[in-house]
């Protein structure tokens, strides 16, 4: 009996020694991934210095009116005539700092030939202070042999 003990202590002792080793070694990992988990705020994940040498190219994006930040989401017409068509398009940003942006609106045939392109400016249509998500509507003129619409946004420099 007392040597099934001494087993179990040294078995103890050693589990015990292999544990805090460990722990030892990646200590600030461990500290790292609790403060992360257990935080309210956001964390921002910090670069290294061993990081820097893999670091091939910096891009600054704007915080304002950053075109990588809008989608046009929909487009659905809501009327037409015989030279024009209006077109309901939804906008969409992922951040409140963007004005609308202005429209560049290309007509393609039934085959996907570009025809004519037209840009139309933000006070060409009714929309709100900053873009959120909200359809906005245009006035598009059309041709026989239209088919179809494609529409990027864009910011002028």
Same mark, same amino acid.
């Given at each position: 009996?007392?040597?099934? =003990?001494?087993?179990?202590?040294k ?5 015990? &020694? ?17 403060t992360?988990?257990? @935080?309210?705020?956001?964390? *921002?994940?910090?670069?290294?210095d061993?990081?820097?040498?893999y ?9 304002r ?7 046009i989401?929909?487009i659905?017409?809501?009327? %037409?005539?015989?030279?024009s068509v209006? *077109?309901?398009? $939804?906008?969409?940003?992922? @951040?409140?700092?963007?004005?609308y942006?202005?429209? $560049? &609106?290309?007509?393609? @045939?039934?085959?996907?030939e570009k025809? $004519? ?8 249509y009714? %929309?709100? $202070? ?18 179809s ?6 910011y =002028?420099?």
């Amino acid at each position: 009996m007392q040597n099934t =003990k001494s087993i179990l202590y040294k078995y103890i002792i050693m589990s015990v &020694v292999i544990t805090l080793t460990i722990m030892a070694m990646f200590w600030q990992e461990l500290v790292e991934t609790y403060t992360d988990r257990t @935080s309210n705020n956001v964390v *921002l994940e910090q670069m290294r210095d061993v990081d820097m040498p893999y670091i091939r190219e910096v891009l600054v994006e704007r915080e304002r009116n950053n075109i990588n930040q809008i989608k046009i989401e929909d487009i659905t017409v809501v009327g %037409h005539s015989d030279s024009s068509v209006k *077109l309901s398009v $939804r906008l969409s940003s992922i @951040s409140a700092n963007n004005d609308y942006p202005a429209l $560049r &609106v290309t007509v393609l @045939s039934r085959t996907g030939e570009k025809l $004519r392109a037209s840009e139309i400016e933000p006070s060409d249509y009714v %929309h709100g $202070r900053v873009v959120d998500s909200e359809p906005v509507e245009i006035h598009v003129p059309i041709r026989p042999g239209d088919a179809s619409f494609e529409i990027v946004p864009f910011y =002028k420099e």
